[in-house]
């Protein structure tokens, strides 16, 4: 089993748990919940919708029959969740936009700050970023006056890292690439420069 199958088959482990989970999330005031033990990461819309993009796009190439059926069951899962919640839907995810981006601005700050930047942690944090991608692909419909300070914000950040930018290779397993093409995804393929003197 390659490194990104491995790393997807456990993305479909957390999914399954999200789907489980999402209908008293969406019904709960809070933004994030605490971590409880013996769960792989805590339920949101952004880490949900992340996985599932990774994961259909990739399943006929890196999953087996049985994990489809799982995908497909735990989307539907999700699914109904949210099938009676859409304003609590788009609610949330408006809220988790917002706290992806303070996340990813701090997160970035720190990585231009280092006379050195680290591609580890690049390559961890930069998760944020993706985040807020299908956070914004799934709130597309959305009026532009709301999305506005959302993609200015984006925009402003984004600026901050192509100035830093030098184009390269893909940063995640291989595999996954197919669900990451540029110029989309740029901010995968490459790694932070350090600061001119």
Not at 105 to 118: H, N, R, T, V
Request: glycine share 4%; proline share 7%.
């Amino acid at each position: 089993m390659s490194n990104g199958r491995e790393k997807l088959v456990r993305d479909l482990k957390i999914l399954e748990e999200m789907a489980a989970e999402m209908k008293d999330y969406l019904a709960s005031q809070e933004l994030f919940w605490p971590k409880i033990d013996g769960k792989l990461v805590q339920p949101t819309l952004g880490g949900f919708w992340l996985r599932r993009h990774r994961l259909v796009t990739l399943q006929n190439s890196l999953l087996d029959a049985q994990q489809r059926t799982r995908l497909k069951q735990a989307i539907q899962l999700f699914d109904d969740a949210c099938a009676d919640q859409s304003r609590d839907v788009e609610q949330k995810g408006s809220r988790e936009l917002a706290a992806r981006l303070r996340q990813w601005a701090g997160a970035l700050e720190e990585l231009l700050e280092d006379e050195q930047p680290s591609p580890a942690y690049y390559r961890s944090d930069v998760e944020i970023r993706a985040i807020i991608e299908t956070l914004l692909d799934h709130f597309a419909p959305l009026p532009t006056e709301r999305k506005a300070p959302f993609l200015e914000e984006l925009e402003t950040l984004d600026h901050q890292l192509a100035e830093r930018w030098a184009a390269g290779k893909f940063i995640w397993p291989a595999e996954w690439a197919p669900a990451y093409p540029r110029p989309a995804y740029w901010w995968l393929y490459g790694q932070l420069k350090p600061p001119e003197d």
